[in-house]
């Protein structure tokens, strides 16, 4: 969806490495959220965000963290970088209680 | 441990033919349940989803089709073309978190 942006769209990356994924959205939505997917594992919460006060984790939240700058603006983080945080990162957005998803076109991270 | 099974992996069908795609869980508390499709590339994009309420939801030539007390759901694709070449996901909602298949991937020849 175009109305949800994610920056840089590929990252190589050391291990070590403290790193931030960015997302935007123009949607007005006010719920955010961060997903990884492996292949073969589909995709898997990491955290989400109802509103910038409200953050909260997901399934696989271990050695990420992230911040709610703004209600269009959410970052994911990887403090120190690790080979099997090597995966496909996607940022998608919600509007209230709607469970319609709207997702980013993904960032590709390489961990070396 | 996934909460949603899905099957399978992948998938090889003629132009014209039919796709089909399952999807199982146990979380009975399980309150919606959308397919997305993603293209290469792509972030996954809604294709059609179904409450626990209904037994079977069409939108032209995709069809969600499910069974509360089996637990199960799956997306039926007809006259599938090349262009719906592409992963599946199913998907279950509850408590304002989803929880994903691993996905499929269709392929159609033509």
């Known amino acids: 969806d175009a109305d949800v942006t994610q920056t840089p769209r590929n990252r190589i990356t050391k291990t070590g490495k403290r790193i931030m994924l960015e997302c935007s959205q123009t949607?007005?939505?006010?719920?955010m959220y961060w997903y990884r997917q492996d292949p073969g594992l589909g995709l898997q919460l990491i955290y989400y965000?109802?509103?910038?006060?409200?953050?909260n984790k997901g399934e696989i939240s271990d050695g990420y963290s992230v911040s709610r700058q703004a209600q269009a603006k959410f970052s994911l983080s990887l403090e120190s970088a690790i080979p099997n945080q090597t995966a496909l990162y996607f940022c998608a957005t919600s509007l209230g209680a709607e469970e319609r998803q709207f997702f980013g076109p993904g960032t590709r991270l390489t961990v070396l | 441990q996934q909460q949603v099974k899905q099957s399978p992996q992948s998938l090889i069908v003629q132009k014209g033919g039919i796709s089909i795609i399952n999807c199982a869980y146990e979380?009975?508390?399980?309150?919606?349940f959308p397919w997305y499709q993603q293209f290469p590339g792509k972030g996954p994009a809604l294709l059609i989803a179904?409450?626990?309420?209904?037994s079977e939801k069409k939108e032209g030539r995709f069809t969600i089709s499910f069974n509360k007390s089996a637990k199960q759901f799956s997306l039926h694709i007809m006259d599938s073309q090349p262009g719906d070449s592409a992963t599946y996901f199913c998907?279950?909602?509850?408590?304002?978190?989803?929880?994903f298949g691993s996905g499929t991937k269709l392929n159609v020849k033509p």
């Open positions: 979380n009975t508390a399980f309150d919606y």
């Open positions: 949607k007005g939505h006010d719920r």
């Open positions: 998907a279950a909602h509850n408590f304002n978190k989803f929880y």
């Open positions: 179904i409450r626990p309420d209904v």
């Open positions: 965000s109802f509103d910038v006060k409200d953050i």
